[in-house]
């Protein structure tokens, strides 16, 4: 048996599969992400309106941004709002590090293998298969967080929490894809035979989801989400604010009804 953690389970599955297929179907989930973002930018027009906002902000600004200022803006929200998630707090804010970070050293690690390691015969560095599977471990603890306990409408709206939606598609598919990856690794490294090649087609199946569904999943924030920041952040610095009243700098008077029930903010 092969210690699972420190074993590149491509290595092993080039022994039936051959690598080219591996990378090929890599290239094809990448094309998927490109033309489900694009159809989706179509579709809601959300990057029109977004540039189209933008330059009508622009009109009622109260002071221009220079360049170096407008760099330290974009530097500033790369390595607060896009690095740490700092749009989020508390235990949503760890759930999401958890599953963003573990989902990028799982995508970075499985191109490395697939493209370097993946013939019977390679000699694979032990820290990728396990930066992989830790990257898996991550999605599963961050986004079975989320999934359980932090949702808005199981948190706030106490639905159950196997209730699922459309919404949902995005989150599930990336726990789901993360959860049959490491079973089928773990069935690979203890050589149960047809158990690990059942795993390794549901494996498959949650990427075509995952990927497949970006048109109508919430995959896309990705890119979005870093653009929406720095746009806000320089519409604050330029005075524009998106066309947005100032915060009141008045003392807070919400009456005493407000503290019937403690707000919960996402
Ligand atoms: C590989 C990159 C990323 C992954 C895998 C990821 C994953 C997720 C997942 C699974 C959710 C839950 C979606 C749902 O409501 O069902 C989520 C929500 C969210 N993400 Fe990301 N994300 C990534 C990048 C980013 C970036 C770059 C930002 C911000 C700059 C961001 C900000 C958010 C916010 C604000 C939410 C809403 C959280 C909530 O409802 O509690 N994400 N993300």
Redesign the pocket.
């Known amino acids: 048996m092969n210690f699972m953690i420190t074993s590149n389970p491509f290595s092993e599955l080039s022994q039936f599969v051959p690598s080219i297929a591996m990378q090929l179907f890599v290239i094809t989930m990448i094309i998927l992400v490109v033309v489900g973002t694009l159809f989706d930018m179509i579709h809601k027009k959300n990057v029109k309106y977004f540039f189209e906002n933008a330059q009508k902000a622009k009109k009622s600004a109260s002071r221009s941004v220079n360049t170096g200022e407008k760099i330290s803006i974009v530097f500033n929200t790369v390595t607060s709002?896009?690095l740490t998630?700092s749009?989020?707090d508390g235990k949503?804010r760890i759930?999401?590090l958890l599953?963003?970070y573990?989902?990028?050293i799982f995508?970075i690690t499985s191109v490395i293998m697939i493209f370097c390691y993946s013939t019977p015969s390679s000699v694979t560095p032990s820290f990728l298969p396990l930066l992989w599977h830790l990257g898996a471990i991550m999605?599963c603890l961050?986004?079975y967080w989320?999934w359980f306990f932090?949702?808005?409408d199981v948190a706030a709206e106490a639905n159950p929490w196997y209730r699922v939606v459309k919404?949902?598609l995005?989150?599930l598919s990336?726990?789901v894809t993360a959860t049959f990856g490491l079973v089928w690794s773990y069935l690979q490294a203890v050589n149960v035979s047809g158990w690990d090649t059942l795993f390794l087609v549901l494996f498959i199946i949650s990427n075509l989801v995952l990927f497949g569904g970006v048109y109508w999943s919430?995959f896309a924030?990705?890119f979005y989400?870093?653009g929406a920041?720095i746009q806000k952040k320089l519409a604050e610095a330029d005075g524009s604010r998106d066309n947005l009243p100032a915060p009141s700098d008045k003392p807070k008077q919400f009456g005493l009804g407000i503290k019937r029930e403690e707000p919960k903010h996402?």
């Open positions: 709002d896009v998630t749009e989020l949503r759930a999401h599953g963003m573990g989902t990028i995508w999605t961050g986004g989320f932090l949702r808005v919404a949902d995005f989150v990336l726990v919430k924030h990705m989400k870093p920041a996402y």
